[in-house]
Each structure stands twice: as C-alpha cells, then as structure tokens.
C-alpha cells in the first residue's frame, strides 16, 4: 500500500536488515533526530543517491519510533541504545508511512495517484479512531487534527513522480499537497522524507520551504550515516577471506563526505562480499540514472573534462547550486555535473569533480560505446595521447 498507520513493515524489514551479516549499525542517526522531534526544525528531507542506504535508515526510524511493535530487542544492543534518551522516544509515537513510489493500478492520473494516497491515510485513521465515526471533515489535515494525536511522517521517494517525469502539469499541486499536509501542523511530531532529488527552492515562499535539506553537495550533520565510512568497510572485510579492502576499495570507493571522509556505495560493498566477487552492481531504474541521459545535453562543453575523468584526472569547477525536483532538463555544464552529482554518477569534493571508483567508470565507458559520441568516443579510446594533449593546452584535432 502507497500509506500504512502503524504497520508492521518497517519493523520487519529492520529486523531483515538486523540479522544481516553484514549489517553495519547507523542507529547513532536516531538520537540527532531524536533531537528534532517537536521542534521548530522537525522536517527533515535526506537525498542521496540510490542504494546508498537511505531506506534502510527510514526503516529503522520508524521501527525505533513505532508505537504498535515493541523493538527494544532490536535496539537496545545497538549504538543508540548508549544514549541517556533512548528509551524517552522508543516506541511511543504513531507513524504515518508514505511510499510516493506506489502507483495506482486501476488508473494512471494523478488524480488516482492522489486518491490512492488520501484514501489510504483516510481509511487507516478511521479504522485505528472508530469514535471519529462516519463524520464529515473538510480535509485530510481536519481529519488527522481531529483524532487530538501527533504522528511521525515517514515519507519515502518523496520525488517520484519528478524523477519519473510524471503527472508534469500537476508537479506543483503535489508540492501544495505536503504542504498542506505537513507545514504548521500541530499532528505532525516529524517529518521524515528521502530521495534522490532535492527539494527546487524557488523562493523562501516555497511550497516546501519548511524542511531541512541535507545532499550530496550540503551534508555536514547525517553524511555518516548515508554510505559505508572506510572504518566501517574494513570491519565488514574482516568477516570474510575472498576479497581484500584494497579490491573494494578501487570497485566502491570515491565519494567524500565532509566531516567523515571517503565514503563507500552500501549496497555494492555488500554485494560484492556475498558474492565474493567485485563487479559492477550498478542498477539502471531509469533515464535519469544513466550516464549517457546526462552526457548527451552538451558534449561540445563536457568533451574535455570527459577525457581528464575517464584518465582518473579530476576537473576543477565550483558547483554550488544543486540540481533538484521540478527542474527543467540541465542546460550548460554546471547543471549536467550538478545532476550527476546527485545521482551518485560523479564525486565532488574540495572544487574536484571526478568518476568515484571502478564501478561507476564502467557506466562512462559503456555509455561511451554509443555512436552519437563519435570523436569523444576515439579520445577516450586514444585516452593517452589525448589526454597529454589537452594537458599541454594543445586542441584535440592537432
């Protein structure tokens, strides 16, 4: 279902995760959250990359915070149980769960994505506050307010339908819709939202102007606990004989995050070491996710620095505004590398832009197979001459 009110789905797939022998714990991230609950700055929007571990931790949240599953034998083991107020937030909220990803298979508007959503919130407050009974409420919020309960909002793919480029002419009404479900609410204890994309800021009157955003270009408070730091790598390589750290290293390294370092793809460290093999585990879920999406839009400007990263030659440029939801196609350079950024496709730290690692090279190196890349394609085939070339200044036809 597209919204559950104290199901029981987080609570199992921590468990999974929990049992995993290769679980890596990040329960320290709850007791900065902890910090934000009934606050001026409880909304919280996390966007990071694909399968770098950000539904994991919103599962975890909303095990921890749940109310209708008691968890302490899962936590109290863990990092978060050393703080002097984990058992103050344990299990005592209700959690509104949102998967934006979950589409209607009865129609395709967004009307009957909307529907889906408020139908499903609607349904489960009634059923959980029968003595609402059949009355009449204006709207969603009225109905929530009226139950005289705060909630936790745990809101998955919050971006969806930008990332998919669907219901275009209705993007701005999905932005209304939050706000007017979340913002000034005296219901809502947190807010909990990931995704790939951040959040477009037009203005400070933006729709979702009220949350905390933290990205891959803006991140100094939770960046450890999105990636595998290399402390945390290491101890997961010591449970194992096949593969040495520095062949995880070259495949899943290459991110930085700032206060912590380099950071490692999760989810490729821990393929790779129930596999007992390194390769790529990249997944393609879409347009968006590809190298060849981005490159296209103006290989004329990126040409060059293309043939420097491709030769493990990082490019210099300062990026500071962030590709985010609701923004059109990337137009110049900036853009491009901005939106390749966020999308985990290149690393970007200290003014260096760069291929992170192994794995993600053989996403340019496939992507640079394609004939619509023509002479860039023989650059990087003739990477060595081409590469000293455009060191010395020299232009590539010389």
Same mark, same amino acid.
């Given at each position: ?10 609570y ?37 990359p694909?399968?770098?571990?950000? +539904?994991? !931790? *919103? ?6 915070? %749940?109310? $209708? ?8 083991? &863990? ?39 408020k ?46 480029d669907l ?7 999905y ?18 939202? +990931?995704? !790939? *994309? ?6 400070? %009157?933006? $729709? ?8 891959? &270009?803006?991140?100094s ?10 402390t ?26 700032e ?20 390769r ?63 999308? %985990? ?54």
């Amino acid at each position: 279902m597209a919204v559950c009110l104290n199901a029981n789905a987080a609570y199992k797939d921590f468990q999974m995760l929990r049992n995993d022998k290769y679980f890596v714990d990040k329960s320290g991230i709850i007791e900065k959250v902890n910090e934000r609950i009934r606050t001026k700055n409880r909304f919280l929007c996390i966007t990071k990359p694909r399968r770098f571990g950000k +539904t994991s !931790v *919103l599962n975890m949240l909303g095990a921890y915070y %749940g109310k $209708a599953y008691p968890s302490d034998g899962i936590f109290h083991n &863990l990092n978060i149980g050393k703080s002097e107020h984990y058992a103050e937030h344990l299990n005592q909220y209700n959690i509104i769960s949102m998967s934006m990803n979950c589409i209607p298979e009865g129609g395709n508007t967004y009307a009957d994505y909307m529907e889906l959503i408020k139908g499903n919130i609607k349904d489960d407050i009634r059923e959980a506050y029968p003595e609402l009974g059949k009355q009449e409420f204006r709207s969603l919020p009225d109905l929530l307010a009226a139950t005289g309960e705060e909630f936790i909002f745990v809101i998955d793919e919050w971006d969806y339908i930008f990332s998919h480029d669907l219901y275009r002419e209705n993007q701005g009404d999905y932005l209304e819709f939050l706000r007017h479900l979340l913002k000034d609410r005296p219901y809502v204890a947190l807010a909990y939202m +990931t995704g !790939v *994309l951040p959040v477009k800021k037009y203005s400070t %009157g933006s $729709a979702l102007n009220m949350f905390d955003e933290y990205t891959m &270009l803006n991140d100094s408070f939770f960046d450890e606990y999105f990636g595998f730091t290399e402390t945390e790598v290491m101890n997961l390589c010591s449970k194992q004989s096949k593969l040495t750290m520095d062949e995880i290293a070259e495949w899943y390294n290459g991110y930085f995050a700032e206060n912590v370092g380099r950071i490692y793809n999760p989810r490729s460290v821990v393929l790779a070491l129930l596999n007992g093999k390194c390769r790529s585990y990249w997944t393609r879920t879409g347009k968006m996710d590809e190298v060849l999406f981005f490159l296209k839009y103006n290989i004329g400007e990126v040409r060059d620095d293309i043939v420097k990263m491709v030769n493990h030659t990082p490019v210099r440029i300062e990026i500071k505004k962030e590709y985010a939801a609701g923004q059109e196609s990337p137009a110049n350079r900036k853009e491009i590398y901005s939106a390749m950024i966020i999308y %985990g496709l290149l690393s970007y730290y200290d003014g260096e832009l760069g291929i992170p690692n192994k794995e993600i090279m053989i996403e340019f190196e496939n992507a640079l197979e394609d004939s619509e890349f023509g002479y860039v394609a023989e650059l990087v085939r003739n990477s060595e001459e081409t590469l000293n070339a455009t060191l010395d200044g020299k232009e590539w036809w010389e």
